[in-house]
């Protein structure tokens, strides 16, 4: 394994933290969570923790420029630190961290063309179905339970549904998915799963993402890991929405409609 990095890419809920907690398990792999999450920079494991520590031995580091430096030391550091190379979770909407002093919001990000071009792997998580995920974030915002490593953790709470912000979700989601699949595609060391596909229903790895991701990062016995987290949601929306016919009628004279039944 030549390579200094796993990359995943993914919206936020789409099941990484559960992919990760499985990875971390692996003894030449180590999950910080995600490096770029702004309400986690006082971690060590940080990328702001990281830049701030830089900043403070050398003021130039503050600039934008040396940015793409300071990944490039962040990810040697992690990987000395913890022993295993690191598997970075990145949400779409953090890839322009260190992009550098431009950003283009439809070029590919530099963090992405860096892996290419490094044959560091690139593990490409998406989530098709966005009604579901926009059920879990209405429900993790109402309870405050992001993720459960237990069913005992979990609330059976009722979340009202705004179809007018559902299909604005829906849309604007499926463009970007789309956006960072474009640039997966025929690339070396990418493999692009839906998290529908990841796990089985005990919580491993599936057969299809144990080869998938065995295939890209050269990582072996993946099979027998197991996943620290377990669904906060029901896959049974009609009881996990309060106005569910509300969302039925507006999802069914719409290309989305299948959501509903997936």
């Not at 430096?69 to 040697?76: I, T």
């Not at 879990?136 to 009722?158: M, V």
């Not at 993402?209 to 072996?220: D, F, K, P, R, Y």
């Amino acid at each position: 394994m030549n390579y200094s990095f796993i990359l995943l890419l993914a919206r936020q809920r789409s099941g990484t933290s559960a992919l990760g907690s499985i990875m971390n398990k692996h003894p030449d792999v180590v999950y910080p969570g995600e490096p770029f999450h702004i309400g986690h920079k006082n971690k060590t494991t940080s990328f702001f923790h990281y830049k701030e520590k830089r900043v403070k031995e050398d003021s130039t580091f503050l600039f934008p420029d040396h940015d793409q430096e300071l990944f490039e030391g962040f990810v040697k550091t992690l990987n000395k630190q913890f022993g295993g190379k690191t598997f970075l979770d990145v949400k779409y909407n953090q890839t322009h961290y260190v992009n550098g002093v431009s950003y283009i919001p439809t070029q590919t990000p530099w963090l992405v063309r860096y892996a290419f071009q490094n044959q560091c792997p690139i593990i490409h998580l998406t989530r098709k179905n966005q009604l579901k995920v926009f059920v879990s974030e209405l429900r993790a915002k109402k309870t405050g339970i992001w993720h459960a490593k237990t069913h005992i953790e979990l609330e059976d709470d009722l979340v009202e549904v705004n179809t007018s912000h559902l299909l604005t979700h829906i849309r604007s989601s499926e463009d970007v998915m789309h956006m960072f699949s474009s640039w997966m595609n025929g690339r070396a060391q990418t493999f692009t799963i839906d998290y529908s596909e990841v796990f089985s229903p005990d919580g491993f790895l599936s057969d299809m993402a144990v080869q998938g991701i065995g295939g890209v990062t050269g990582l072996e016995n993946l099979s027998s890991l197991k996943s620290d987290f377990v669904k906060t949601a029901s896959d049974d929306l009609s009881n996990a929405i309060s106005n569910y016919q509300e969302v039925v009628d507006t999802l069914s004279e719409t290309p989305y409609a299948w959501m509903l039944e997936d």
